[in-house]
């Protein structure tokens, strides 16, 4: 596939925005551990979709980042709960849950890039929302990446500093089960480069949406991501549950 490099700039100008910082709040309010995420509009609402082993079945106090004010405290947004994704067989009766799990948030619920260093804001902007028009099955002859907020440090109580980086030039590789797999450019450059990616959206050079990243294989200089398509079924039940509520209003 041939990329201009200003094409290829814009892209991954791009990328930044698709990525939806998460946070898990402690009792005492205290943030414990870091995710991202990405938001889907479908049937009229919209959702938030993440990596199951973000949001565990036990955790309890994710919130989405908004925002951060000045003074360097985050404004969240608190999803009313999780719901996990499973696969059932009926001939054997059995379920396995996918490290896949979306929560519906409000309509017109918006959240923000920003480029903020101690020294100051130098870039905000809405992150990106998909369509279910946009989701995608990969293709060998596309160019694919994604973004995640890593290496995040406090400065103050309840004041971060993070570095919201891309990762572009992925290929597909293959697909095994509901994971698809796809080649970095470079060697794995360890675990800790991508601590606080899991749940980042996948996307390919049209701007489509592929799959929720999971893992990495520093061996083999690969990751992975749950296929986004697998999300759908649950978007539908839960899509319906809310107009049977509303009805019975």
């Known amino acids: 596939m041939q990329v201009t490099p200003e094409q290829g700039s814009d892209w991954r100008d791009w990328l930044l925005l698709t990525s939806i910082p998460l946070v898990h709040i402690g009792e005492r309010e205290e943030v414990l551990a870091f995710g991202s995420g990405t938001m889907l509009d479908f049937e009229g609402r919209r959702f938030l979709v993440t990596a199951g082993h973000v949001a565990t079945i036990d955790s309890k106090g994710w919130a989405i980042v908004v925002q951060q004010h000045s003074d360097g405290r985050l404004e969240f947004y608190r999803p009313n709960a999780f719901v996990h994704i499973g696969e059932g067989r009926r001939s054997t009766s059995s379920l396995r849950l996918l490290d896949l799990c979306v929560a519906q948030v409000a309509a017109n619920l918006e959240t923000w890039y920003e480029f903020r260093t101690p020294h100051g804001l130098?870039?905000?902007?809405?992150?990106?929302?998909f369509e279910a028009a946009t989701l995608a099955c990969p293709e060998q002859d596309q160019i694919y990446g994604f973004s995640?907020?890593?290496r995040t440090e406090m400065h103050a109580p309840g004041v971060f500093a993070s570095e919201m980086t891309v990762f572009p030039g992925l290929s597909y590789l293959r697909t095994e089960q509901e994971e698809h797999?796809?080649?970095?450019?470079?060697a794995h450059p360890g675990h800790d480069a991508f601590h606080g990616s899991s749940g980042s959206p996948?996307?390919?050079?049209?701007?489509?949406l592929l799959s929720i990243m999971v893992r990495g294989n520093a061996e083999d200089s690969t990751v992975r991501g749950?296929?986004?398509?697998?999300?759908?079924?649950?978007?539908q039940f839960l899509a319906a549950q809310t107009t049977m509520q509303v009805a019975g209003r």
């Open 148 to 150: 995640g907020r890593v």
């Open 122 to 129: 130098f870039d905000k902007r809405p992150h990106h929302v």
């Open 226 to 235: 749950v296929a986004v398509e697998r999300v759908l079924p649950a978007l």
């Open 202 to 208: 996948v996307c390919d050079f049209s701007r489509r």
């Open 181 to 186: 797999v796809f080649s970095l450019p470079v």
